[in-house]
T-cell receptor, first 114, second 119 residues
Framework: DSGVTQTPKHLITATGQRVTLRCSPR?????VYWYQQSLDQGLQFLIQYYNGEERAKGNILERFSAQQFPDLHSELNLSSLELGDSALYFC?????????????FGQGTRLTVV | AQKITQTQPGMFVQEKEAVTLDCTYDTSDQSYGLFWYKQPSSGEMIFLIYQGSYDEQNATEGRYSLNFQKARKSANLVISASQLGDSAMYFCAMREGSLRRGSQGNLIFGKGTKLSVKP
């Protein structure tokens, strides 16, 4: 068990819909990262939050947004879903600063858009 | 631009033998970290081993060791005494600025190597 919790594990929804994926980082970790894994694109970094603030953006679509709450859990919101958004979405957390030698992943949320 | 290359899409190894999974990287940063992850068919990403760019010793974690050759920019994973449960996808990843406070620290992944262990 990595200590990173993601819910739900599986999600099936229709095109055009909106979903929210949730992540609870490991205790004490301030950084949360979201990644998307698809067959054609591989593992892609989407966005990072650090202690409630957006820190870095990767290949995140404008239809997607995220936030990190005061209790450090994070949510990834995916809207106007398309078939191509079907993927495995991972959340990862890391300690901050010089202890940035760890990155543990949650079990992922498998999103299927039909 | 930072990049990770894993040239072996698939590998086979006999049970109980050792296997090396290749990884090369490209970065202009002097401070970086290298990670290996295992992804079994169930989908989760399991952290295996970490090597920092300033670490003088190769990292080891149980049956996993990282053969770090900085000048060649390679970070190969060696799995000793392979087990059937080692069959999975293996990803090499890099994080730049690992030793800089406040570094953004997202991971860049290679495309992975699918390892199959034969009984």
């Amino acid at each position: 068990d990595s200590g990173v919790t993601q819910t739900p594990k599986h999600l099936i929804t229709a095109t055009g819909q909106r979903v929210t994926l949730r992540c609870s980082p490991r205790s004490g970790d301030l950084s949360v990262y979201w990644y998307q894994q698809s067959l054609d694109q591989g593992l892609q970094f989407l966005i990072q939050y650090y202690n409630g603030e957006e820190r870095a953006k990767g290949n995140i679509l404008e239809r997607f947004s995220a936030q990190q709450f005061p209790d450090l859990h994070s949510e990834l919101n995916l809207s106007s879903l398309e078939l191509g958004d079907s993927a495995l979405y991972f959340c990862a957390s890391s300690p901050s600063g010089y202890r940035n030698t760890e990155a543990f992943f949650g079990q992922g949320t498998r999103l299927t858009v039909v | 631009a930072q990049k990770i290359t894993q040239t072996q899409p698939g590998m086979f190894v006999q049970e109980k033998e050792a296997v090396t999974l290749d990884c090369t990287y490209d970065t202009s940063d002097q401070s970086y970290g290298l990670f290996w992850y295992k992804q079994p068919s169930s989908g989760e990403m399991i952290f295996l081993i970490y090597q920092g760019s300033y670490d003088e010793q190769n990292a080891t974690e149980g049956r996993y060791s990282l053969n770090f050759q900085k000048a060649r920019k390679s970070a190969n994973l060696v799995i000793s005494a392979s087990q059937l449960g080692d069959s999975a996808m293996y990803f090499c990843a890099m994080r730049e600025g690992s030793l800089r406070r406040g570094s953004q620290g997202n991971l860049i992944f290679g495309k992975g190597t699918k390892l199959s262990v034969k009984p």
